[in-house]
């Protein structure tokens, strides 16, 4: 009985740690205080109408949202481009992506699928809670409430769907909807995004095979040369392909190793527009850079795929380059190309290399 | 691949092993000197360059560092085409991740790269009180395999450097010419079957 080890709480640090204002641990040598920083009294007016806006079109716990979007639909657009008020972001999330509908139609489910029913992923999930979010206030706490969470709405997905089953990068998606809304809750969002309640179905990305991974970096180095030709080159010669560094664009949306402030923004975009906007987003990033990477060789040239400058990460520069990049019917003809040759494609993969 | 300049090189390596083995965290403690606690997954594969000096040349390594889950598998061979070097890492407290490493093994061997460097990096060498793998085993199998193997710990920073060394050492380009070949036996996969030999 002695030999039994007591599981070692680890004790939190006395002294309050620096958080920003999303609660990530603030790093010393992070310097995005100007942008998630204190603000001015216009700005709060602003956001003080912003938010009235909001809670018009969304209405008493979204009664009024299906109404405004079927009646506004561009004006709806409009403001989500803008970004959605953060105290509104969890629900009008809900709202946007028809999470709300199947937590509405699937009372209790969620309860079954954590409490009762084994998943044979639990272990992998495990494996991966505490290097989700490591350095977010709600999640590096061992065994506490984040964690909790995270494990339950990732255990409860690879219940309801043992083909996708868990994959890492899920953890990334979950602990980012965990921040804006309840376990449940966040369960239904990421059902509603991978078996496409409004959109289509995102679950090829984490199926055996990573299907819909491959198709998306298909597109992507067809889209960057068509839109970027000369950047496109230097790619080519330097024998750089999208996934060297795209590939966790897709995979998670964005909300692996990117500023917060940046993520929510996308999403926001993204529950409503779909997939085209992660698209758009890396096209933008690689517009705002291609100065500096057409004239970088291929070891600093990854290197700067995977560390974009803070001000090319700015969400109030970055999402208007991505509204005024057009994509959709590129998309359309590269994801028809990409049917027609993946067979050929698929072989080409697992061929041996030279 | 390697490929050689004046008296330095750059070589492709790629991490492979199974998911927590601490792929990452031998790279953040080769390239930075740092060890975190909860290092955040890999998600896709993450790049990192580091130069060593050896043998009046120097190495500079290309370092993928890949996704550990089965289900990435699919996007593998995009980082150990054409590699130089691989480092194949498994946790000693985890027997798991032993038997997966050895299947990264049987993939890296037929896939045909002959001149590739592989070493078996037993991970977590400090938690000596847990451990699931003898390291007797690990060695006779990394024999058997041509694979040179040492026992790591990117926490403790035990013998990782020292890993990153030893291949570069070992990279074909590097090899002095007239090297005599009692050496041979741990750096080159002579024992394959699969290839019909023609070294020694």
Same mark, same amino acid.
């Given at each position: ?138 999640f ?9 969470s ?65 198709q ?67 096209l ?21 795929l ?20 057009k ?28 | ?13 790629v ?17 930075? #000197? ?6 955040? /997954?890999?998600?896709?594969a $993450?790049?990192?360059? @580091? &130069?060593? !000096? ?40 985890n027997p ?25 990096? #037993?991970n ?5 009180d /847990?451990?699931?793998?003898? $390291?007797?085993?690990? @060695? &006779?199998? !990394? ?22 060394y ?10 002095p010419?007239?090297?005599?070949s ?19």
């Amino acid at each position: 009985m002695e030999k039994k080890r007591v599981d070692e709480h680890e004790v939190e640090p006395a002294a309050p740690v620096r958080v920003d204002r999303f609660g990530f641990v603030k790093q010393e040598q992070n310097s995005t205080e100007g942008l998630t920083g204190s603000r001015s009294a216009s700005e709060y007016e602003r956001e003080e109408r912003r938010i009235r806006k909001w809670r018009k079109m969304i209405g008493v716990g979204g009664s009024d949202w299906k109404h405004y979007v079927r009646r506004k639909p561009h004006v709806v657009k409009r403001r989500i481009r803008k970004g959605i008020p953060d105290c509104l972001r969890g629900l009008a999330w809900q709202l946007i992506s028809g999470s709300r509908d199947l937590l509405l139609m699937n009372p209790g489910v969620y309860e079954q699928l954590v409490i009762y029913e084994t998943s044979a992923s639990e272990l992998d999930i495990i494996r991966d809670i505490s290097r989700t979010f490591p350095s977010h206030v709600f999640f590096r706490q061992r065994h506490g409430p984040g964690q909790r969470s995270l494990y339950n709405v990732l255990k409860a997905y690879s219940v309801y769907d043992r083909d996708v089953g868990y994959v890492q990068g899920m953890g990334f998606i979950a602990g980012l909807l965990l921040l804006y809304m309840s376990e449940e809750d966040a369960f239904w969002l990421l059902v509603a995004l991978l078996k496409g309640a409004v959109h289509a179905p995102m679950e090829g990305l984490y199926l055996a095979g990573l299907p819909l991974v491959q198709q998306y970096l298909f597109q992507f180095d067809h889209l960057g040369k068509e839109h970027l030709p000369k950047l496109g080159g230097h790619f080519a010669q330097e024998m750089i392909n999208p996934s060297m560094y795209a590939s966790q664009w897709f995979i998670t949306v964005f909300s692996y190793s990117f500023p917060f402030h940046l993520a929510i923004r996308v999403w926001d975009v993204f529950l409503y527009e779909g997939v085209r906007i992660v698209f758009k987003i890396g096209l933008a990033l690689l517009k705002y850079c291609h100065d500096d990477l057409v004239k970088l060789p291929f070891e600093k040239l990854v290197y700067a795929l995977r560390n974009f400058p803070e001000d090319a990460l700015n969400p109030d520069v970055l999402l208007p380059l991505a509204y005024s990049t057009k994509v959709s019917r590129s998309l359309e003809a590269l994801k028809r190309e990409y049917e027609k040759h993946n067979g050929k494609q698929a072989k080409a993969h697992v061929k041996p290399g030279q | 691949m390697a490929s050689s300049g004046n008296k330095s090189i750059n070589a492709k390596l790629v991490l492979l092993g199974d998911v927590g083995a601490g792929k990452s965290s031998l790279v953040l403690r080769f390239v930075k #000197g740092q060890f975190i606690e909860f290092q955040e /997954s890999t998600i896709g594969a $993450a790049f990192f360059s @580091q &130069t060593v !000096a050896v043998n009046d040349a120097t190495v500079k390594f290309e370092i993928w560092d890949t996704a550990g889950q089965e289900r990435y598998h699919s996007l593998a061979p995009m980082y150990y085409r054409g590699a130089a070097a691989a480092i194949i890492v498994y946790d000693i407290t985890n027997p798991a991740s032993f038997e997966r490493a050895k299947k990264w093994v049987l993939e890296l061997q037929a896939q045909g790269n002959t001149n590739m460097v592989m070493a078996l990096a #037993g991970n977590k060498a400090d938690l000596l009180d /847990s451990r699931k793998v003898a $390291a007797e085993e690990a @060695q &006779t199998y !990394a024999q058997e395999n041509g694979l040179f193997f040492l026992e790591t710990s990117a926490k403790a920073a035990t013998n990782v450097n020292d890993i990153f060394y030893e291949i570069a050492k070992r990279l074909p380009r590097l090899q002095p010419a007239s090297n005599p070949s009692g050496m041979v036996l741990m750096d080159r996969p002579a024992d394959r079957v699969a290839n019909s030999s023609c070294c020694s």
